[in-house]
């Protein structure tokens, strides 16, 4: 049967005074959610207090530099705008193309700008409404809301990886495919009418979620609906279901002409996104099929103890900090690591115990998806990885953010009576204060997050630089590493959390750099670093690749004598030194070859940065051949 429009029409104004109310309390929580969340709507995405925000920005400014079109748009992956002079491919990126698409927008006709917060504040939103609306139409609005509420403003291990994994905070489409699977499975169990409208839209909502995070959170959309899609095909070995399925199919070729002009919005919507992600997608997975990783998890295995998940966010016991590390030996990433909060499961719980025999079956597909994910780990145990979109699932607890979509499910299928509220209403009241609890944990530590305001002199360098002939800079120190630990013995990056992030300043000052974080790097990728010595010219202050915090060697006369060739002989404006990471008599040893400081300002994480004009005189010694060649190859003992 063909959902009208008049239906949906009738049900929006019987449900007028509900949906009033929860349209107000969904603004409510947007605005609060930004106020204590985001934060920040004037200056462009970064932080203080961890180098990994400044990838988000910096990668969608490389798409805005490197789109092109023929007639299908593709990236130019392969240059010297990273890695200078050596250059590289730039595939190994945590790309989100519809975030990487919406930045470049903006930053083509406005400049750099607050765009991925606005960003991020728009996907927040639009995952709220979309899910009140959808789960109101096919359930109740009152269960809606709350649904709406616990996947977005409450799913608290999305909340806290922002800023610093952007990518998997942008979860909108994969929420609203997830969501579909639920609906189209439940339909197909209770042999219910399944129009072709319906089918046509979690179509076009997958083509969508192509522009969400490749790694992980599509993989999220492709892994439910592939689970959903082998239970289907399990039970129509059952003849009756078999028959349903067939009707179904033989329905929907008639149904198509009933809603033709939705419908064909719906396949030109699809194809747009399509035309506009695929052809990267496929740019991006055939350009890392070319390398072989003999070691794929070599940064670690990133497994989580199942037990994690009922680790709470209270004041004074909270998983935010991740507790137990040394007594679970496991590896977790970001705050509250595989813990979507106490309140969320007893949500699933108090479902899951209101509900039917058969409303509970409606889960079985996504049980074993969460039973996959949670029992994953990438070397001992990989239940996923032999899924195409999942081979380098390297850090499981990122499922973490859909397990509040489970408990929903089991919340939806509950039959909650007046009655029956009345009579447990002590043990909602326990809920609701464990709930605020929680609320109030999260986002005072949000909310305790410091933002980053730039220097007041920040743009007026990165101008004067903008300027300056040459076609890079020479940050030192630099940083040259993966997510992966590729370039960490290598010794190219020696004082991670200072400088993995200076790279991306490249897109104020709009030159070549040398360094660069990728979330995966393969070794022939730094092959040119080590072969020329980089890796022989510091000494940190600890050897542990996350605690050092400064450079303590002097360059020796043979280390002088390669840095400076290497300045003169390719095309740098300048120096960029950051002085706070350096001994201050090898700063005095800098001004004294190099001039003296032309500008200076503060810029994350790094600190202070004063910029050496390279000397006139100097770019008719320029011979970029050679300098791509220099080998410093003294063993001598630094001091």
């Not at 005074?17 to 609060?32: A, N, R, T, Y």
């Not at 004067?464 to 960490?488: H, Q, R, T």
């Amino acid at each position: 049967m063909v959902i009208k429009n008049s239906l949906i029409v009738e049900k929006l104004e019987t449900n007028k005074k509900v949906i009033f109310l929860g349209l107000l309390v969904i603004f409510l929580c947007q605005l609060s959610f930004c106020f204590l969340e985001i934060k920040n709507f004037t200056e462009p995405l970064t932080e203080n207090s961890g180098t990994d925000v400044e990838q988000w920005e910096n990668m969608s400014y490389y798409l805005a530099e490197h789109l092109f079109f023929k007639p299908y748009p593709q990236l130019n992956l392969t240059n010297n705008d990273y890695f200078y002079p050596y250059g590289g491919t730039h595939v190994f990126q945590g790309w989100f193309l519809e975030g990487n698409y919406f930045y470049a927008f903006f930053y083509n006709n406005f400049g750099n700008g607050p765009w991925l917060n606005y960003y991020y504040a728009l996907s927040i939103l639009f995952a709220a409404l979309s899910i009140f609306f959808l789960v109101g139409y096919y359930w109740d609005f009152k269960k809606s809301l709350l649904v709406s509420i616990l996947v977005t403003y409450l799913n608290f291990h999305a909340i806290n990886r922002y800023p610093h994994h952007l990518a998997y905070c942008i979860i909108h489409w994969t929420t609203i495919s997830i969501f579909l699977d639920y609906i189209i499975f439940k339909k197909f169990i209770n042999k219910e009418p399944i129009s072709t409208r319906l089918l046509i839209f979690k179509v076009m909502i997958m083509c969508l979620a192509l522009g969400q995070d490749l790694s992980y959170i599509l993989g999220f959309s492709l892994s439910s609906f592939f689970f959903v899609a082998i239970t289907i095909l399990g039970y129509c070995i059952k003849k009756d279901y078999r028959a349903y399925f067939i009707d179904v199919l033989k329905k929907g070729v008639k149904d198509f002409n009933k809603n033709m002009f939705i419908n064909a919005s719906m396949i030109l919507v699809s194809f747009i996104a399509l035309f506009f992600y695929l052809p990267i997608i496929i740019q991006v997975f055939t350009t890392i099929r070319k390398f072989h990783f003999d070691n794929p998890f070599s940064g670690g295995h990133g497994w989580n103890l199942p037990l994690r998940i009922f680790l709470p966010y209270f004041p004074n016991f909270s998983a935010l900090n991740n507790p137990f590390q040394g007594l679970f030996n496991d590896m977790p990433e970001g705050m509250g690591s595989m813990s979507p909060g106490i309140f969320c499961l007893l949500i699933g719980l108090f479902g899951y115990l209101f509900s039917k025999k058969k409303e509970r079956l409606l889960i079985l597909p996504f049980a074993i998806f969460f039973l996959l994910s949670i029992i994953n780990h990438p070397i001992n145990i990989p239940t996923l990885q032999w899924l195409p979109w999942c081979m380098l699932y390297r850090i499981p607890s990122r499922f973490t953010m859909i397990i509040p979509f489970f408990c929903s499910f089991l919340l939806l299928g509950a039959d909650l009576k007046k009655n029956q509220i009345k009579k447990h209403i002590y043990w909602i009241g326990l809920l609701t204060i464990i709930g605020f609890l929680e609320v109030f944990t999260v986002y005072k530590a949000r909310f305790e997050r410091p933002i980053y305001h730039f220097d007041s002199n920040f743009n007026a360098y990165m101008n004067y630089v903008k300027k300056l002939p040459g076609e890079a800079v020479l940050d030192w120190p630099f940083c040259v590493i993966g997510g992966n630990g590729i370039g960490n013995d290598e010794g190219l990056c020696p004082i991670y959390n200072k400088t993995s992030g200076v790279h991306a300043l490249k897109r104020f000052h709009h030159k070549k750099v040398i360094g660069y974080y990728f979330g995966r790097l393969h070794p022939t990728l730094i092959k040119p670093f080590v072969d020329a010595g980089w890796g022989k010219m510091s000494v940190p202050d600890n050897k542990i690749w996350n605690q050092s915090t400064k450079i303590t060697n002097k360059f020796t006369p043979e280390q002088w004598s390669f840095f400076t060739q290497f300045y003169q002989f390719n095309d740098f404006a300048g120096i960029n030194l950051y002085i706070d990471l350096i001994p201050e008599s090898e700063k005095e040893e800098f001004y004294k070859r190099f001039g003296k400081p032309v500008m200076q300002t503060t810029v994350p994480i790094a600190g202070r940065v004063v910029f050496l004009k390279k000397p006139q005189e100097w770019f008719i010694k320029e011979d970029t051949i050679k300098g791509k060649q220099l080998k410093f190859q003294c063993d001598c003992k630094k001091n």
